[in-house]
Every structure is written in structure tokens, then in C-alpha cells.
């Protein structure tokens, strides 16, 4: 079984940058769809970013498109999220996923693995 942590969590100011990582733990991911996805207080998780298995595809939520850039490097064993242009209306704690392939980007169920979350706090 896959065991998945992020790291790189912490204060940002608004238009800020900030890069999360994530890694597998005991299992490379070489053969999984990544993804991440995060979660504000009091509301929902929400779907953020997901890249293909090579790294050559990725598809965006609306509301990061142009500012994040999700990315992998499967000699590393390492998925990244590299946030540009953070805005205060998105503090929340981040997480990082995987599903097997087989499913197109855009289709944002069916992740079954978890990282435990990095917290991510924007602040003037």
C-alpha cells in the first residue's frame, strides 16, 4: 500500500509563492495519476491540480489556472505544487493523491491514496 507525505507548508503573504512536495513513502508512484487537493475551514475538500503518470498532461481547477503549476519527477519519487500569486481567500490545508491510471484528468473522483496534509496560511 501506498503511503503519500507533503511537505512545504507554511506562512505565505497575499501574491506570494510557495512549492509543496510530496513523496511516496516504501512505493514509487511511477505507475499513478498524483493530484492534489486542499480544504479551507469550514468548508469541503476541493479539487486544485492532478498530472498523468509521465508528467505530460495536467488539468487545473478553474481557480488556479495560470498561478499553480502542478509537476512530477518519477526518478525522485516526487510530486510538487508550485504556487505563484497566492491570494487570501485561499489559506487551507493541502493534500497530495494518487489513483491508479484509466480515468481522464478532469474526472476528479476515484483517488484512493492520502497524504496526511500541509497547512498553508496566507497572511499580510
Known amino acids: 500500500q501506498v503511503l503519500l507525505k507533503e511537505t512545504g507548508g507554511g506562512l505565505v503573504q497575499p501574491t506570494g509563492s510557495l512549492r509543496l512536495s510530496c513523496t511516496a513513502i516504501?512505493?514509487?508512484?511511477?505507475?499513478?495519476?498524483m493530484a492534489w487537493f486542499r480544504r479551507a475551514p469550514g468548508k469541503e475538500r476541493q479539487f486544485v491540480a492532478a498530472v498523468s503518470w509521465s508528467g505530460g498532461t495536467t488539468y487545473y481547477a478553474d481557480s488556479v489556472k495560470g498561478r499553480f503549476a502542478i509537476s512530477r519527477d518519477n526518478a525522485k519519487n516526487m510530486l510538487y505544487l508550485q504556487m505563484n500569486s497566492v491570494q487570501p481567500e485561499e489559506p487551507a490545508e493541502y493534500y497530495c493523491?494518487?489513483?491508479?491510471?484509466?480515468?481522464?484528468?478532469?474526472?476528479?473522483?476515484?483517488?484512493?491514496?492520502w497524504g496526511q496534509g500541509t497547512q498553508v496560511t496566507v497572511s499580510s
Open positions: 516504501g512505493q514509487t508512484f511511477i505507475s499513478y495519476t
Open positions: 493523491a494518487a489513483r491508479r491510471t484509466g480515468l481522464p484528468l478532469s474526472t476528479v473522483i476515484g483517488y484512493s491514496f
